[in-house]
């Protein structure tokens, strides 16, 4: 009996640090399960101390307790880093050239409509396959629970059912190359269906030429991730031609959906009262060797709007540029920067964002919030490029280069 109590100080001790983990990271639905299972854990603790030990035995117990609930954690923060998504690809079916048609593969990032660990488990362990810094091994769960609270706060994410009716706009707007035998496919990388599982289907479907057509701004780890997808699936065996378009950065309609917006919402305000806060996402450096075109392009593409914005009438020095992430200046110095000369309101485009998204609707506003700008400075949030005619101009564009 007298050694039993301190298997079940451990055992409680163990089952707390195993249950805050899940009570972290896993979906909302699951949270008052764990919240209960962690409140027990913790209740035990808190009857046995008092009641089990007494006087130098407290020293023991709490050495015990540390330890327990230090390898609870370490082995439910491991197995969860660990999961793998389990996914079944649909058997390609198909042997011959296919009969004519011309299918678009349509991919983009993708990302959940509910808070999903998955898609961020596999970001960062392709951070840490690259030995790039991102928050430390012990506290990611804290770091998955962040992302929770995001979703919470912005009530989910529409980006998949945006892209869904972007892509139909795209069809719709190349209903003449559409009568001519062209079939349009949507993936994405965070969600399903993916680019691999896409292809297979419009070569079931008897694609014999495949375009494929990135909704990203640039080359990026992203845009080599669908093209691996597809690569994997492997279409010339099979007598399928491809056509890879290209990103989306040195497309001149794209550059006006932002000259078109921001004049949009001057609501009679002059322009020199205007700041307009170019927001590209970024990149590591440790990534900048293997991708060596993101930064460029993306400071390219910011570059063209700036100057498509000058020329509208904007005053140089109230077209800013910022990043979200990894680099310099960020969108708060950014933003108080604009703030500093004067403007009376401050346009935020997050130009390389596709779709609202988790990022758009939160953390670029927190990041702008983040900069303490005066009071009497309105700030707008403009929405995403991928609903306006000119943006779909350039991914029509991109297909018919291809074709």
Request: net charge negative; aromatic share 10%; hydrophobic share 45%.
């Amino acid at each position: 009996m007298n050694g039993a109590r301190w298997f079940l100080l451990a055992g409680f001790a163990l089952f707390a640090g195993f249950f805050l983990i899940q009570y972290l990271v896993r979906p909302t639905d699951r949270i008052g399960l764990y919240a209960v299972l962690l409140a027990l854990a913790l209740a035990g603790l808190l009857i046995m101390l008092p009641r089990s030990f007494r006087g130098r035995e407290y020293v023991l117990a709490g050495v015990v307790i540390l330890a327990g609930f230090a390898f609870g954690y370490v082995i439910a923060n491991a197995a969860f880093l660990a999961e793998e998504e389990e996914r079944e690809l649909p058997q390609l079916v198909r042997t011959d050239g296919g009969d004519g048609h011309t299918a678009v593969l349509y991919f983009t990032h993708g990302e959940p409509p509910g808070y999903s660990a998955q898609p961020w488990i596999e970001t960062i362990r392709e951070l840490d396959h690259d030995k790039v810094p991102f928050v430390p091994w012990l506290v990611r769960p804290i770091f998955f629970n962040t992302v929770r609270h995001e979703y919470f706060l912005a009530g989910g994410s529409a980006h998949n059912k945006l892209h869904e009716t972007f892509i139909e706009n795209l069809r719709r707007a190349m209903r003449e190359e559409t009568a001519a035998s062209m079939k349009f496919y949507l993936a994405f990388l965070d969600s399903n269906p993916r680019p691999d599982e896409m292809t297979i289907r419009a070569m079931n479907d008897g694609a014999s030429r495949i375009i494929i057509l990135p909704v990203f701004v640039t080359e990026s780890t992203h845009t080599e991730a669908g093209k691996d997808m597809v690569a994997e699936v492997n279409p010339e065996q099979y007598g399928v031609q491809t056509c890879y378009t290209g990103a989306l950065w040195d497309s001149d309609a794209l550059h006006d959906v932002f000259v078109e917006r921001a004049d949009e919402m001057l609501n009679g305000l002059d322009k020199s009262k205007v700041g307009i806060l170019l927001v590209g996402h970024g990149q590591p450096t440790e990534w900048e060797n293997i991708y060596p075109q993101q930064n460029k392009q993306e400071s390219q593409y910011r570059e063209a709007i700036r100057e498509k914005l000058i020329a509208d009438g904007f005053l140089p020095q109230n077209v800013a540029l910022g990043w979200m992430e990894f680099q310099q200046p960020d969108i708060p110095a950014s933003a108080r920067a604009l703030a500093g000369l004067g403007v009376e309101r401050i346009l935020v485009f997050a130009v390389s964002l596709s779709a609202d998204s988790i990022h758009s609707d939160v953390d670029v506003p927190h990041a702008v919030e983040a900069a303490g700008l005066p009071d009497g400075i309105t700030v707008e949030f403009v929405g995403q490029y991928g609903d306006h005619p000119l943006a779909i101009q350039a991914m029509r564009e991109k297909i018919l280069k291809c074709k």
